[in-house]
């Protein structure tokens, strides 16, 4: 990689910081292309020409957000037990958003006005598919009964329930056994 790659690449990456900086301490209304580049330390006119604009910017979180969300699940270890497995799916995903909470918010919050584009969406729904995948799982190993596309809706509408609570600060006072106990609860539900 020449010079000039590494100067574009750094750049870039400054600009979803900075992005990222402004989305976590103030939230969506506050994030203009003046204040990021400015954040940045570069003109608006470096947003347009690596980004297109707020929109291209916002999609390149969006996208990254998801990345994040794909690697945290891939990371984790086997477990012999699939229903632990969703558990510790669930885990990954509370913490990714914590951790993260300005890829979060351009994830899955329509407030921001973007519309995501197709390569983003896609990314999307491959890093959803690990879930599918570990529900799938647990049906064939008869821990679970019903359709898996359904079941794995109903843990993630827990998950994210439970992250957009957390990150809104009304989070119970148990915590992360808490968010457990309650989707244990869920998949319950779904039992042979």
């Known amino acids: 990689m020449d010079v000039r790659h590494k100067a574009e690449d750094a750049t870039r990456d400054a600009l979803r910081e900075a992005a990222s900086r402004i989305l976590r301490r103030e939230g969506v209304r506050a994030l203009s292309l003046r204040r990021v580049a400015r954040e940045a330390g570069v003109t608006t006119m470096g947003i347009y020409s ?7 910017l916002l999609d390149a979180l969006h996208a990254e957000g998801f990345e ?6 891939a990371s984790l270890p086997e477990q012999a037990d699939p229903l632990e497995a969703i558990v510790a799916h669930a885990r990954a995903h509370r ?7 300005a890829h979060y918010q351009v994830m899955f919050e329509r407030s921001t006005g ?28 008869g821990a679970l009964d019903g359709d898996p596309e359904s079941i ?41």
């Not at 994040?68 to 699940?73: M, P, R």
């Not at 983003?120 to 529900?135: D, I, M, N, P």
């Not at 843990?155 to 056994?177: C, S, Y």
């Open 50 to 56: 690596r980004f297109g604009g707020k929109d291209g």
């Open 68 to 73: 994040l969300l794909s690697e945290a699940q």
């Open 95 to 101: 913490r990714m958003a914590r951790d993260h909470q």
């Open 114 to 141: 973007f519309e995501p584009s197709s390569v983003s969406r896609e990314r999307a729904t491959g890093s959803l598919e690990a879930l599918r995948a570990k529900v799938s799982d647990a049906v064939s190993r």
């Open 152 to 192: 794995a809706r109903a843990v993630f509408a827990q998950v994210h329930g439970t992250v957009a609570l957390t990150l809104a600060g009304i989070e119970g006072g148990d915590g992360e056994a808490g968010h457990d106990a309650a989707l244990r609860a869920l998949l319950r539900g779904f039992a042979p």
